[in-house]
């Protein structure tokens, strides 16, 4: 091959990357037009959107919840969002809660037409007592074209108080109203004799007892006719509450002490729907809070606003303390309910020399906790030999709780064992049960 070849070679190639260069040129340069075009229409349409956004107010939110929350119950709690654009708009909604529900990623979303509201409905349970602030309420929105956001901040703040379980007390009270209390597991008793008071004479519907049939009446009637018994009226019911560091062990995110006040509640509601005398007394070291048992119309809201208030105290409880003021300021034969806890013998041994002397006056019924976590382990399979160890305190600790309740009946003291959500209804049932047989 000669040097002219090569030469020749080399113009060929750089004339065809001439060629080459100059299409890509051409086409560079409509390339960059167009991308300007495309950046300008997307700047229109962002402009637009962000127009249509926030040309006026479009979103306006409020909180709907109650004045009060119910403490261990499910509170209905709405977000009502008001679109006053004329297009459908998708909103994503953050609720500021309260820091007691330890909720920190709450977040809705909602699509709602033009010029029309949106509802966001969810319940709160509340575990603690107290004041619950709310926050702000921030609404998330795009324009129609998904191009530009706004957000909304709505000032929603509001403090909303926790109280006792009243949801649970109109609950019992409209079922102990209309005598549907086995409804919510309230179990029949029969009664005993007929040592309550007489009130009528009527006919005989299917569920009346047979021996209350009053056959003179049913001779001159011709109809089946029975006595009507209402219940003894009038007699004292106390709550007493334990508020020692033992009241403060916790079952499902509330504390013992908790469990105890809600049953408390419904308990005086209940007594007082039956024509009784409710009263309260909470102690610790010392007395804490005294409500005198009666039945004023306004009896069940000075009960509720002293349950709001209490708290636990991490001191041992006083049972002598308890039991003179109880002598002095109790001169009634009366029911009292000693919502406490034992988790030892020891601890009994201690509280029982004043348990007797409280007794002896009244009629005492000492409600306390079984330890349902040492009921679970003591359930489960044991696989090694370090669980049979453990199963078996675990069993020692139950047997030592079955113990305590025959120790208490030994010295003329009812008592109850019982798991902290069943705690309400077995209260209730010993109560009813003791009303029945006329032991108070």
């Given at each position: 091959m000669t040097k002219s070849f090569y030469l020749r070679n080399l113009v060929y190639y750089i004339g065809g990357l001439s060629?080459?260069?100059?299409?890509?040129?051409?086409?560079?340069?409509?390339?960059?037009?167009?991308?300007?075009?495309?950046?300008?229409?997307l700047l229109v349409l962002v402009l637009i959107d962000t127009l249509l956004l926030y040309s006026r107010k479009g979103i306006t939110a409020s909180r709907e919840a109650g004045d009060r929350m119910s403490l261990g119950d499910d509170n209905p709690v709405s977000i009502i969002i008001q679109n006053n654009y004329s297009f459908n708009v998708r909103v994503e909604v953050v609720d500021e809660l309260p820091f007691q529900f330890e909720e920190r990623r709450w977040k809705r979303?909602?699509?709602?037409?033009?010029?029309?509201?949106?509802?966001?409905?969810?319940?709160?349970?509340?575990?603690v007592r107290g004041e619950y602030d709310f926050g702000n309420i921030y609404c998330y929105t795009e324009g129609p074209l998904k191009l530009v956001s706004r957000r909304y901040?709505?000032?929603?703040?509001?403090?909303?108080?926790?109280?006792?379980?009243?949801?649970?007390?109109?609950?019992?009270?409209?079922?102990?109203?209309?005598?549907?209390?086995q409804d919510a597991g309230v179990k029949r008793v029969r009664r005993i004799g007929h040592?309550?008071?007489?009130?009528?004479?009527?006919?005989?519907?299917?569920?009346?007892?047979?021996?209350?049939?009053?056959?003179?009446?049913?001779?001159?009637?011709?109809?089946?006719?029975?006595?009507?018994?209402?219940?003894?009226?009038?007699?004292?019911?106390?709550?007493?509450?334990?508020?020692?560091?033992?009241?403060?062990?916790?079952?499902?995110?509330?504390?013992?002490l908790?469990?105890?006040?809600?049953a408390s509640l419904v308990l005086s509601n209940v007594a007082l729907v039956r024509q009784d005398k409710a009263g309260l007394v909470t102690f610790a070291e010392n007395l804490d809070a005294w409500v005198q048992a009666d039945k004023k119309p306004t009896q069940m809201?000075?009960?509720?606003?002293?349950?709001?208030?209490?708290?636990?105290?991490?001191?041992?409880?006083?049972?002598?303390?308890?039991?003179s003021v109880i002598r002095h300021r109790i001169t009634n034969r009366s029911l009292l309910v000693l919502f406490t806890n034992f988790e030892s013998p020891e601890?009994?041994?201690?509280?029982?020399?004043?348990l007797r002397k409280?007794?002896?006056?009244?009629?005492?019924?000492?409600?306390?906790?079984?330890?349902?976590?040492?009921?679970?382990?003591?359930?489960?399979?044991?696989?090694t030999i370090e669980d049979i160890y453990i199963r078996t305190i675990a069993d020692k600790f139950a047997y030592e709780k079955r113990l305590m309740v025959k120790e208490l009946r030994n010295n003329g003291i009812l008592a109850i064992l019982t798991t902290p959500e069943n705690l309400t209804i077995d209260a209730i049932n010993k109560y009813v049960e003791l009303k029945n047989r006329s032991s108070i």
């Open positions: 060629a080459v260069l100059c299409v890509v040129s051409y086409f560079w340069e409509n390339l960059f037009t167009l991308a300007w075009l495309l950046l300008i229409f979303n909602l699509l709602i037409k033009g010029e029309s509201n949106g509802e966001i409905k969810y319940t709160l349970r509340p575990v901040t709505i000032d929603a703040h509001r403090v909303i108080k926790v109280y006792p379980s009243y949801m649970q007390m109109r609950r019992y009270q409209l079922l102990a109203a209309s005598n549907k209390l040592s309550m008071e007489y009130e009528q004479i009527k006919e005989y519907v299917r569920g009346d007892d047979y021996r209350t049939i009053n056959w003179k009446a049913t001779g001159r009637k011709g109809d089946l006719m029975v006595n009507s018994y209402e219940d003894e009226r009038s007699q004292q019911i106390y709550c007493l509450i334990n508020k020692g560091r033992v009241m403060k062990m916790p079952f499902e995110n509330m504390s013992l908790d469990y105890a006040v809600n809201n000075r009960i509720l606003e002293v349950l709001y208030r209490q708290q636990t105290k991490f001191l041992e409880a006083d049972y002598e303390k308890l039991y601890s009994l041994q201690r509280a029982l020399p004043a409280i007794a002896h006056y009244h009629l005492l019924l000492v409600v306390f906790f079984e330890n349902t976590e040492l009921t679970a382990v003591s359930e489960s399979k044991a696989k």
